[in-house]
Nanobody, 125 residues
Framework: QVQLVESGGASVQTGGSLRVSCAASGYTVSSNCMAWFRQAPGKEREGVAAIDSFRRTIYADSVKGRFTISKDNSKNILYLQMNSLTPEDTAMYYC???????????????????WGQGTQVTVSS
């Protein structure tokens, strides 16, 4: 049984940094494409970043240069380091995983089979 459990969400001020984590069980982070999505109240869910089994990454334009997706294969954990946060980054953040190493060439190109329950990130001005 696959479980993805996010943690690390918090309330921070504008300009601050935060790292959220996604611990996987019953699933191998190293050999699969994984991603972070977010959904703000009243908005559609959007892809934030993805990383494949070769550690190639894809980022949404809105977070390029500020967010970094990474993974620790030995711990089977996916991370999202978020810097220079703004109120527009406020959302529930979800990790997702595929049963494939391939992430596509853009966010939203492929579908994700497994999802976590989310962790809330709130950025205040």
């Amino acid at each position: 049984q696959v479980q993805l459990v996010e943690s690390g969400g918090a309330s921070v001020q504008t300009g601050g940094s935060l790292r959220v984590s996604c611990a996987a069980s019953g699933y191998t982070v190293s050999s699969n494409c994984m991603a972070w999505f977010r959904q703000a109240p009243g908005k559609e869910r959007e892809g934030v970043a993805a990383i494949d089994s070769f550690r190639r990454t894809i980022y949404a334009d809105s977070v390029k240069g500020r967010f970094t997706i990474s993974k620790d294969n030995s711990k089977n954990i996916l991370y999202l380091q978020m810097n220079s946060l703004t109120p527009e980054d406020t959302a529930m953040y979800y990790c997702a995983g595929r049963s494939s190493w391939y992430c596509g060439t853009s966010l939203g190109e492929v579908e994700y089979r497994y999802w976590g329950q989310g962790t809330q990130v709130t950025v205040s001005s």
